[in-house]
């Protein structure tokens, strides 16, 4: 429907929607995040659901114990080697729709620990990350900015066209090959169809 | 016939029991229908290997659920009674001592030397011993 139709029709009275926005509207306003917490940033996360913060206000302060039952997967903290399996796993158990927010420094590039043996550069490499937050950690209200901008994410999806998203796709896979711990390190080291490297991407 | 019964445009008299059968199958069936059809077109199933596969935490599951633990209750019976009840017995036991008759005394005995048997057969049992 055209936009100046809509807001002509809503100065009258008369509300008018589609079944895609009304769709979109309940599903940004219970995203059900899964109960993980990595390191630090999880003590800021939870620190988001309780009464000063509340995080109840977005529709989002249920946590559940299963990836069965979670929508969003917020990967609060460092991302060592020996745990990345886990976490690509745990995504890949979660149903579609699912979202991923990375939350802190060491999620999104190692942080601080970047230099480390032990320590994913980013889980970006093997999942794909919506909503990046940077900080260390980030404080609640970053969480809260990453929730709303994540809600605007759902808000404007299309379930049709070529721009739907990816679990809509049939021929696209809603899991990722999970990394093996090796002598050395994980293996493959990320994965190039999720994964795009900044520098090559600069340099190309 | 005395009474009359209600007039019935459609004329069966059950007709309106059968309309309301209808209009409440209807009503249940619509949403449900309604709703496996948006997640057959919006929210298709995309099945895989590790989804499906068991919730561990997301650790890789190892072996089956359904395993079979020996609890053998019957050991943990028997050492209870050895160092527990024992106890309870032996202090109304120590405190009446001067005053018992001889009989008393061998009954207390056998009893005792009995749990001492069970606790030599536990030890034997390897039941004291950490595994």
Same mark, same amino acid.
Request: proline letters at 8%; glycine letters at 8%.
């Given at each position: 429907m055209d936009q100046d139709l809509k807001i002509e029709l809503s100065k009258h009275g008369i509300f008018t929607t589609t079944l895609e926005?009304?769709?979109?509207?309940?599903?940004?306003?219970?995203v059900w995040p899964l109960t993980f917490g990595?390191?630090?940033?999880?003590?800021?996360?939870?620190?988001?659901?309780?009464?000063?913060?509340?995080?109840?206000?977005?529709?989002?302060?249920?946590?559940?114990?299963? /990836? +069965?039952?979670?929508? @969003? &997967?917020?990967?609060?903290? =460092?991302?060592?080697? !020996?745990?990345?399996? $886990?976490?690509?796993?745990?995504?890949?158990?979660?149903?579609?729709?699912?979202?991923?927010?990375?939350?802190?420094?060491?999620?999104?590039?190692?942080?601080p620990f970047?230099?480390?043996?032990?320590?994913?550069?980013?889980?970006?490499?093997?999942?794909?990350?919506?909503?990046?937050?940077?900080?260390?950690? /980030? +404080?609640?209200?970053? @969480? &809260?900015?990453?929730?709303? =901008?994540?809600?605007? !994410?759902?808000?404007? $999806?299309?379930?049709?066209?070529?721009?739907r998203p990816r679990h809509l796709h049939a021929d696209l896979p809603s899991e990722f090959p999970i990394p093996d711990f090796g002598e050395h390190g994980l293996e493959p080291p990320q994965n190039d169809e999720v994964f795009h490297n900044p520098l090559k991407v600069l340099e190309g | 016939?005395?009474?009359?019964?209600?007039?019935?445009?459609?004329?069966?008299?059950?007709?309106?029991?059968?309309?309301?059968?209808?209009?409440?199958?209807?009503?249940?069936?619509?949403?449900?229908?309604?709703?496996?059809?948006?997640?057959?077109?919006?929210?298709?199933?995309?099945?895989?290997?590790?989804?499906?596969?068991t919730y561990e935490c997301g650790l890789q599951a190892a072996g089956d659920a359904w395993v079979q633990i020996n609890i053998a209750y019957y050991l943990y019976a028997i050492v209870f009674l050895v160092f527990d009840v024992e106890t309870v017995f032996l202090v109304p036991f120590a405190a009446a001592f001067t005053g018992l008759s001889a009989g008393a005394c061998v009954a207390m005995l056998v009893f005792l030397l009995l749990l001492v048997e069970g606790l030599i057969w536990a030890c034997q049992k390897g039941v004291l011993t950490w595994t």
């Amino acid at each position: 429907m055209d936009q100046d139709l809509k807001i002509e029709l809503s100065k009258h009275g008369i509300f008018t929607t589609t079944l895609e926005e009304l769709y979109n509207w309940g599903r940004k306003n219970s995203v059900w995040p899964l109960t993980f917490g990595l390191a630090c940033c999880a003590i800021e996360m939870i620190a988001s659901t309780m009464a000063r913060y509340d995080l109840a206000r977005f529709g989002a302060e249920v946590f559940r114990p299963s /990836p +069965r039952q979670a929508d @969003l &997967i917020i990967v609060s903290g =460092t991302v060592t080697k !020996k745990m990345a399996p $886990q976490v690509v796993r745990l995504y890949n158990q979660m149903p579609e729709p699912k979202y991923v927010i990375a939350m802190g420094a060491c999620a999104i590039s190692g942080g601080p620990f970047r230099s480390g043996y032990n320590v994913l550069k980013g889980i970006d490499r093997y999942i794909p990350v919506d909503v990046h937050i940077p900080g260390c950690p /980030p +404080r609640p209200e970053a @969480l &809260i900015h990453a929730f709303m =901008t994540l809600q605007a !994410k759902i808000d404007a $999806q299309e379930l049709t066209g070529e721009s739907r998203p990816r679990h809509l796709h049939a021929d696209l896979p809603s899991e990722f090959p999970i990394p093996d711990f090796g002598e050395h390190g994980l293996e493959p080291p990320q994965n190039d169809e999720v994964f795009h490297n900044p520098l090559k991407v600069l340099e190309g | 016939m005395g009474t009359s019964l209600p007039i019935n445009p459609a004329g069966h008299p059950w007709a309106t029991i059968v309309a309301l059968l209808v209009a409440a199958v209807l009503f249940g069936a619509a949403p449900l229908t309604l709703a496996w059809a948006w997640a057959r077109f919006f929210s298709p199933a995309k099945p895989g290997a590790q989804k499906n596969a068991t919730y561990e935490c997301g650790l890789q599951a190892a072996g089956d659920a359904w395993v079979q633990i020996n609890i053998a209750y019957y050991l943990y019976a028997i050492v209870f009674l050895v160092f527990d009840v024992e106890t309870v017995f032996l202090v109304p036991f120590a405190a009446a001592f001067t005053g018992l008759s001889a009989g008393a005394c061998v009954a207390m005995l056998v009893f005792l030397l009995l749990l001492v048997e069970g606790l030599i057969w536990a030890c034997q049992k390897g039941v004291l011993t950490w595994t």
